[in-house]
């Protein structure tokens, strides 16, 4: 951590408090890109089971099948709600951190962030490892670039820890 | 990464994927302690802004009044959110994602969540630094016990640069 | 009511409004277990209905098939959400009513809530009538000590009739 | 609870199953007004509660002022959202509950709603403890029609407990 | 929209603004029927694709059934998230927007919006072209009696277009 | 409304249904700008109201003081639901209803979305009648475009009339 708070006293000398502050959102809120890829991680988890998930078999009792769908349609809707929530925060992240002094460093801001929303909607629609796997990668695009305007590397260091097995 | 990685393959050599899947919760969403740290830290942040807002002057017209009230009710709106949020998130890792097998590892396991979502539940009620502090430390001792159930040494190493100036 | 309203003042008396207060939260919510009750009740109303619920035909047309979809989605839909909601108000009352002196009259109370909180999750996961009765049983036990602390007697004479036919 | 059991025996008795089965919403949801009832009484508790809230002195530092804004705003901000919860609970009971039948039974069944849910408007938009307590009895008055719908003596025994000193 | 100002101006001249005033609801919010007619759209444009859904073959593979579960259980959770806004936002106007002196010119105000509500109920239940349509009637009817008291002739000319195709 | 129909038949006529649904979104909501416009229609009436709310007196009791916080802390809260109501609405146009196609015409399309839900925070953290009549205004821009794309021209006819007095 020694070598990262002192990449950050560098970077917050370059831009005193002052002219910061007059940048900055009222209230400025605590942004972080991870939040979108725990969801964009959760979407790609989703995929995984519902893929793997065994139909019930042809002479099943309603119980078998009953509980086949109830697992499914859950797998549906975190499915939904993750990617749902994916796009939430990265809009946050688009329309209250980003700034114009961002965009005319990144000006292709815009298309990274429509691009990166388009795939949770089409994870939504779909059940497609590829497509989930290019959500994730969008994202963690999203957050490198998101991090570099901090002037920190961008790492995300648990991520298989996270997703797990 | 590589360390990291190899840590992790070690951690799940010793707990072979079919005992794993017995004890684990279906659907396995992915957990992750940053999210409640992040709701902590912003808890934290709202206290520091509402602590050095300005009160209108005393011949303040009524534009700079209702500005002013504007600000701070937005500010206390933000707390009394991601304290929330806090307790919601923190509410999953102990009823979904912690087991009696963690519980027999960690006997206080329980205390540590009553301490840490009762601090959330105070710094609602509160404008108290020190009790944002206290959630933000709690929620970080809880973040440690979660990943040392997965074989990972915690750190948030962009704490000081999320929670920004 | 007359004997509650006795019991309910000699208890009243027994703890004197100021020393209540020092305890109290801010807001002193109205806290009552029914919530959770009826939320458990209607999971379990639900496992009823979706075991009780026919299969189509197998030369069923698209029509009587997506009537048959719709309805099974619906009762995995309101029982997914009233377990969540169970789960949310037990976890009201655990962090927000009940305080350390009750802890201390109730040793098991963390045990009670993560047991029939982690039920919840299992009433989400399963179609099982018996995982349903036993939250409603661990509901009615969290009730029980609830009131106690209250020094009234629980009972819930209407939940026959709030379950219906 | 004989009594009770009795009387919801004969009740059965005069609507045989398959009768009710025909006028029966599916899904045959859990409905039960003392939801609406808790909302109402925590509307009438935060008005209290507001009413008794000192103000700041005139010296007061900047820091008692913030906690008295705190307190005063989430006093506010739960009797709004209980009083939408009151008209949201009410609403199911309305649409969902109430059928044709009643109505012939109950001919003033919409005034008593409308009445009901213009008094939960009235406690948003006023601090005004009458208010408050007419909308508690106008609940009341709506639970006692739902009961006697059902067979059933409505009396909400742990009233006063609930709402607490 | 030269005639519909002339037309609200008159509208306005009969009911000065003190009078108005004294009946108006704080906050004077702003109501549109149009929410609730475009949820009931969406209602209807759902069950058209549900009944237009074609099942998977016999010899499918786990993919194209896991596909058409996918967006089977989203045209329901679509259709029933925007049955509930339906009666969501209906019960706004109801409640809200409607007074006194609204119901003495239209006595069967509260069969209209129990009606529609009970209807945006029942196209939760079932998959139902028919149902769908009358809600949308239902919307259109209150639609049109809302601006009758705005002195406004009411005309959705974008109706067909917002449907599509 | 013949001509607007006829203008609509027109344009269907130039892209035949096969081609719409290649490109159409699963499942083809029901897309209309006038929920985007109401929101910001809202937020400029919480605006006025708070501007022309009247502080209590000096020598103001208690009443009176809390009368007049809850308004004002309502009107605030109001402003900041519809304006994230409105980032909201304004977000699924951009990502959900606008395909490459679109963009290509509507070069701006990106920057015109960035604008209008920056204006839309800004309208939270400010009491600013110029912001909100901006935020009006860059949301018919935008519902001027979404209709060009189909054909139709943009009016909003009841503007005023639901704007209110």
Redesign the interface.
């Given at each position: 951590?020694a070598l990262?708070?002192r990449i950050?006293q560098v970077v917050?000398g370059m831009f005193p408090?002052e002219v910061?502050h007059a940048h900055c959102?009222?209230?400025?809120?605590?942004?972080?890109p991870?939040?979108a890829k725990?969801a964009a991680?959760?979407v790609q988890?989703?995929v995984v089971?519902?893929?793997a998930?065994q139909?019930p078999a042809a002479d099943a009792n309603?119980?078998e099948?009953?509980?086949y769908?109830?697992?499914?349609?859950?797998?549906?809707?975190?499915k939904?709600e993750h990617a749902q929530l994916c796009?939430k925060e990265l809009?946050i992240l688009?329309?209250?951190y980003f700034r114009p002094d961002h965009l005319e460093n990144h000006p292709d801001l815009?298309?990274h962030f429509?691009t990166a929303?388009?795939l949770?909607?089409r994870n939504?629609?779909?059940?497609d490892l590829d497509a989930a796997k290019e959500l994730v990668s969008a994202v963690d695009e999203i957050a490198e670039i998101f991090?570099s305007t901090?002037g920190?590397q961008y790492?995300d260091?648990?991520a298989?820890?996270?997703?797990?097995?």
């Open positions: 951590m990262l708070n950050f917050n408090a910061a959102d009222i209230p400025c809120g605590i942004y972080d991870i939040a725990i991680q959760t988890k989703m089971r519902i893929q998930l139909q309603t119980g099948r009953a509980s769908v109830n697992t499914l349609s859950r797998y549906i809707q975190v939904e796009k809009s688009w329309t209250d815009h298309s429509w929303e388009k949770a909607g939504k629609q779909t059940v991090w901090k920190v790492k260091e648990v298989e820890a996270r997703f797990g097995t």
